[in-house]
């Protein structure tokens, strides 16, 4: 099973990319249309500068160990919301703890 796709998210930027420029080496006259230009430099350069730095960011030991912490953080605050609030919907148990 795949834990990590991260290399498959880059090898589709980069089928989605090379696609691009095949499309407009095939039809030259897409560089004339603005609006398909607009598009590819939009998909081209969120995809492949948006890539780099979101790998470069979260990549590596630190980021797994910061997700740990942040899912036992999380896991805290469930716990933490709960809890009996000791309203008459939810009271807290008012019996004496064992001696």
Do not use: H
């Amino acid at each position: 099973m795949i834990t990590d796709f991260r290399p498959l998210i880059g090898i589709a930027l980069f089928i989605q990319s090379s696609g691009l420029f095949a499309a407009i080496m095939v039809n030259p006259k897409l560089a004339d249309n603005q609006g398909f230009m607009v598009l590819a430099t939009a998909v081209i350069v969120t995809g492949w500068v948006g890539g780099a730095v979101a790998y470069a960011f979260t990549s590596g030991i630190e980021s797994a160990s910061r997700s740990a912490s942040l899912g036992k953080a999380l896991d805290l605050v469930k716990a933490a919301n709960d809890a009996p609030t000791g309203t008459p919907d939810d009271p807290v148990s008012v019996k004496d703890a064992p001696k």
